[in-house]
């Protein structure tokens, strides 16, 4: 059965530090692997694709993500992160006609 | 912000009553999803709307129904509500109609609550 984990529940970094948030999936087929950024009480705004390609995919707000077939990894990254990329953060694979969602990363930023 | 619209934002109601939600979906997009997003957890598909006709379902018992109308705005019904259907649902709407959603816009959700 198609999974997406997200190893981290909580993850706290201090404001312009490196970030990455980790995302494995398991997948029978090439998956179409997607970010999204959630802030309270709102819904899901896309970061980031990968379909096919280069397997280094650049998003919006900074953000990056790699995907390793081998490792069946999809992790985000952000060089430098802002006060406001606190969030709640979910890995995707899309399946079918839908998305399979992992749990999510909830991101703090210290000052 | 995207083009998709929930109504309403919130929502109380109590176990056993029925509730509709509806989605206004992008200009343009065709196909329009639901999900349920419980306290802490990542969305779980409901099921998706396609020309008018369900396009696939998740694990979700058949109290829970939808429409979706010719300019494509779409409305999730929840029968005999329980306690544990107190979540965000999301709606998304797509531009793909059988294929994965290559790219999809959620909208802003409806809070419900059953108390």
């Known amino acids: 059965a198609q999974s997406v984990t997200q190893p981290d529940i909580h993850i706290t970094v201090s404001e312009g530090a490196s970030l990455e948030l980790r995302c494995n999936y398991s997948?029978?087929?090439?998956?179409?692997l997607f970010w999204y950024v959630q802030s309270p009480g709102q819904g899901l705004q896309l970061l980031l694709k990968?379909?096919?390609?280069?397997?280094l995919v650049q998003g919006i707000k900074g953000f990056e993500a790699e995907f390793k077939r081998s490792q069946s990894s999809f992790n985000l990254r952000k060089p430098s992160v802002h006060w406001s990329d606190a969030a709640e953060y979910f890995c995707?694979?899309?399946?079918?006609?839908?998305?399979?969602f992992g749990p999510g990363t909830r991101l703090s930023v210290l000052p | 912000e995207t083009g998709v619209t929930q109504s309403p934002t919130h929502l109380i109601k109590t176990r056993g009553q029925q509730v509709t939600l509806r989605c206004s979906s992008q200009?343009?997009?065709?196909?329009v999803s639901w999900y349920q997003q419980a306290l802490g957890q990542g969305p779980q598909f409901i099921f998706q709307?396609?020309?008018?006709?369900?396009?696939g379902r998740g694990n979700f018992p058949p109290r829970f129904s939808g429409l979706q109308f010719p300019n494509y705005s779409s409305e999730l019904n929840v029968n005999a509500l329980e306690l544990d259907d107190s979540a965000l649902y999301l709606c998304?709407?797509?531009?793909?109609?059988?294929?994965?959603?290559?790219?999809?816009?959620f909208g802003q959700g409806t809070r419900l609550t059953v108390v």
């Open positions: 990968y379909f096919s390609g280069d397997t």
């Open positions: 997948y029978g087929a090439t998956p179409y």
């Open positions: 709307y396609y020309r008018e006709e369900e396009n």
């Open positions: 995707a694979v899309g399946y079918g006609q839908n998305f399979v």
């Open positions: 200009s343009g997009h065709n196909t």
């Open positions: 998304a709407s797509s531009r793909t109609g059988v294929r994965q959603n290559t790219e999809a816009f």
